[in-house]
């Protein structure tokens, strides 16, 4: 199986690190096509405006001078003419990516470039709580090799990218894995800092709190809190098919 590495956070990052390690659990044919510096939120942007610079780390690692979706999309199209990867995988995040923070999220969005070329994507994050005292990486480095052996042998769908986030537990405690909806933040909660820089000019900082969000039965926050791995398939088709037939009828009437 040829395996094609990635995140948002950064090649040296230690959470890609842990990612390495799994992978080579599985395969012997890992290759790393990864950012060369943090990408946190960067969402599904790829970069057009300025050149794409590659930076080889050893046989089969690279860094790219871009974003997650740079690194795949580059890693595609020149590492890969003869044989495609058979599955990427993006992580492992530093901190969860739950609910509808996965449209910010840089290491969904790679995987999700993975998707669209037809390629099985899994994306895996790792809940953090207690600083440097906190269990850290522990459940996804005990946790990770169950849930991504299973979907080896799962016929996932195409366009569809599978989300894994582990609890902020270490590995003996965690209760085992949900297959569970996507839950919803209240973003309109969320903090903004204003302040003012040592030169006078003020400037303004986002996302410095916790955002606020209702644990709904069934969903990946749910099962997170309550000491679980959510497992939560996302399709990249945003269409919303219930407003189809009415607003077809709107339309229809005034035309």
């Given at each position: 199986m040829?395996?094609?590495?990635?995140?948002?956070?950064?090649?040296?990052?230690?959470?890609?690190?842990?990612?390495?390690?799994?992978?080579?659990?599985?395969?012997?044919?890992?290759?790393?096509?990864?950012?060369?510096?943090?990408?946190?939120?960067?969402?599904?942007?790829?970069?057009?405006?300025?050149?794409?610079?590659?930076?080889?780390?050893?046989?089969?690692?690279?860094?790219?001078?871009?974003?997650?979706t740079?690194?795949?999309?580059?890693?595609?199209?020149?590492?890969?003419?003869?044989?495609?990867?058979?599955?990427?995988?993006?992580?492992?995040?530093?901190?969860?990516?739950?609910?509808?923070?996965?449209?910010?999220?840089?290491?969904?969005?790679?995987?999700m470039?993975?998707?669209?070329?037809g390629?099985?994507?899994?994306?895996?994050?790792?809940?953090?709580?207690?600083?440097?005292?906190?269990?850290?990486?522990?459940?996804?480095?005990?946790?990770?090799?169950?849930?991504?052996?299973?979907?080896?042998?799962?016929?996932?769908?195409?366009?569809?990218?599978?989300?894994?986030?582990?609890?902020?537990?270490?590995?003996?405690?965690?209760?085992?894995?949900?297959?569970?909806?996507?839950?919803?933040?209240?973003?309109?909660?969320?903090?903004?800092?204003?302040?003012?820089?040592?030169?006078?000019?003020?400037?303004?900082?986002?996302?410095?709190?916790d955002?606020?969000?209702?644990?709904?039965?069934?969903?990946?926050?749910?099962?997170?809190?309550?000491?679980?791995?959510?497992?939560?398939?996302?399709?990249?088709?945003?269409?919303?098919?219930?407003?189809?037939?009415?607003?077809?009828?709107?339309?229809?009437?005034?035309?």
């Amino acid at each position: 199986m040829r395996i094609l590495l990635t995140n948002d956070d950064g090649i040296h990052a230690p959470g890609f690190a842990v990612l390495e390690n799994i992978a080579r659990q599985i395969s012997d044919d890992v290759w790393v096509c990864a950012p060369a510096e943090e990408n946190s939120g960067a969402g599904h942007s790829l970069t057009l405006h300025q050149p794409v610079r590659l930076k080889e780390h050893g046989e089969k690692r690279y860094a790219v001078t871009g974003t997650p979706t740079d690194s795949v999309n580059l890693a595609l199209r020149k590492f890969f003419a003869d044989k495609m990867p058979d599955l990427i995988i993006s992580g492992v995040n530093n901190g969860e990516n739950l609910a509808d923070d996965v449209t910010y999220s840089g290491t969904i969005s790679a995987a999700m470039e993975g998707a669209l070329a037809g390629i099985p994507a899994i994306a895996l994050s790792q809940s953090m709580r207690g600083g440097a005292d906190g269990p850290g990486f522990d459940a996804a480095e005990q946790w990770a090799e169950r849930v991504i052996r299973p979907l080896l042998t799962t016929q996932i769908p195409r366009r569809c990218v599978i989300n894994v986030n582990f609890p902020a537990l270490p590995a003996a405690e965690v209760k085992g894995i949900r297959v569970v909806r996507q839950g919803f933040h209240d973003y309109a909660r969320g903090s903004l800092v204003e302040a003012t820089d040592p030169r006078g000019r003020p400037y303004f900082w986002f996302g410095l709190d916790d955002i606020e969000h209702s644990l709904d039965h069934g969903t990946d926050l749910e099962a997170v809190a309550e000491g679980y791995i959510s497992l939560t398939p996302i399709q990249l088709d945003l269409t919303h098919y219930a407003s189809l037939g009415d607003l077809g009828e709107t339309f229809a009437q005034s035309s």
